[in-house]
């Protein structure tokens, strides 16, 4: 059985340089890094009334796209975004129209953007068997956004494992994923055909490797997917490598003594960060080159923790970096300034851990957008990025 990965998590990471202490022992009482955090209002967007959701944020060339949900009573949503001019002081809803039954109810969970040009991805379980049925979307001429139709197997189908979330590269876009074969990308030129990458020998699993595909990031000169794979039953950290989305080569990253995966990846000044379980705390790698290094772990997990536990979103501005993940109890924050140790940070709210819970953050290289949903309510802070 392939494990299912879900990662809405929360642990603000500002990355600095050298941790001092190592990589497999979390700092010890560390001082709480304060970040001026101010509250932004979300307007119900028009439709059927509801409560909203919020799930993913992204910035280009000064304007935010922020996609979720509202959530319409039972098990009723329907899909939902909104845009600012204004560094994310104000927001106002955009507008849908779906063409699908499933995209009419989407639930949206990721947004990338290049230049003008937004890509989302979002999905519902439904059918006969309960799967997610996912939906890209694209934005129209007059504005509005239309789910791409696309033939089911895309996505889904008996090879469906996962689908993650969508990045954006200079030329392309591209989607993680899993497949029955393993590892597996989509890639599009036009934000409209995706292709899927599930035949690539270094990506799909073999006789030694299962591989599992988490996230992706491009550093400029091509991409990074990072996920695990399960050697004899245990599970290593993996990353893979590819110019273009199509052809594929791995990389050896530091493995703990027990259990290690990459869960989220973000291009820095030098290279790429990267964070993930390790030996029951979150861990942080750097890449230099082609070369992995384990860097400081932070953030020990609960020992009676009752739900899924790690990293789910990492955002990077030159040294500085900012991560989310959950303990397997509760949301938290964390913080490293100016090669400093990783502390932990002061948000407004720490959700309890569990299904729907959301606390994630999205930047520019001068604000910071801190996202959460406890179940109850959908809610959006905007703070500048804290003094070193």
């Not at 020998?201 to 595909?213: I, M, N």
């Not at 991409?223 to 599970?235: D, N, Y």
């Not at 990077?316 to 991560?323: E, Q, T, V």
Request: proline share 7%; hydrophobic share 40%.
């Amino acid at each position: 059985m392939r494990r299912a990965v879900t990662a809405l998590v929360g642990v603000l990471v500002l990355l600095g340089g050298s941790a001092c202490t190592s990589p497999d022992e979390p700092p010890e009482d560390p001082t709480p890094v304060a970040v001026g955090w101010e509250q932004v209002s979300l307007p119900v967007p028009d439709g059927p009334a509801g409560r909203v959701g919020v799930r993913d944020a992204v910035a280009c060339e000064g304007t935010w796209w922020l996609v979720g949900t509202v959530f319409t009573g039972g098990d009723g949503t329907r899909p939902a975004a909104w845009r600012s001019d204004d560094d994310g002081r104000t927001w106002r809803p955009l507008r849908f129209a779906p063409r699908a039954y499933w995209a009419r109810r989407a639930v949206l969970s990721s947004v990338a953007c290049r230049g003008d040009r937004v890509v989302m991805v979002g999905a519902k379980s439904g059918g006969a068997h309960g799967n997610p049925r996912v939906s890209t979307w694209y934005q129209r001429g007059d504005g509005a956004f239309v789910d791409v139709i696309a033939p089911f197997p895309l996505f889904g189908g008996v090879e469906a494992v996962s689908v993650e979330r969508v990045a954006a590269g200079p030329s392309e876009w591209l989607i993680a994923g899993n497949r029955t074969s393993g590892a597996a990308v989509w890639v599009s030129q036009d934000e409209r055909e995706f292709e899927l990458v599930d035949d690539d020998p270094a990506l799909g699993r073999d006789e030694r490797v299962d591989t599992l595909a988490i996230a992706q990031v491009h550093d400029g000169e091509g991409w990074t997917v990072v996920g695990s794979g399960q050697v004899e039953g245990r599970i290593v950290p993996m990353a893979w490598v590819s110019p273009d989305g199509r052809a594929w080569s791995r990389q050896e990253v530091p493995a703990g003594q027990t259990f290690t995966e990459l869960q989220r990846v973000a291009a820095t000044g030098d290279g790429v960060l990267a964070v993930g379980l390790r030996d029951g705390a979150v861990g942080s790698w750097r890449r230099t080159g082609s070369d992995w290094v384990a860097g400081e772990s932070f953030g020990p997990l609960d020992p009676d923790r009752a739900a899924f536990a790690g990293p789910s979103g990492l955002v990077a501005s030159g040294d500085r970096a900012l991560a989310t993940a959950s303990d397997g109890t509760s949301y938290a924050a964390w913080a490293t300034l100016d090669s400093s140790s990783w502390r932990p940070v002061e948000v407004p709210v720490n959700p309890a851990a569990g299904g729907g819970r959301v606390l994630t953050v999205a930047a520019t290289d001068e604000t910071l957008l801190l996202l959460a949903d406890d179940g109850l309510a959908g809610r959006v802070w905007r703070a500048s990025w804290p003094a070193g």
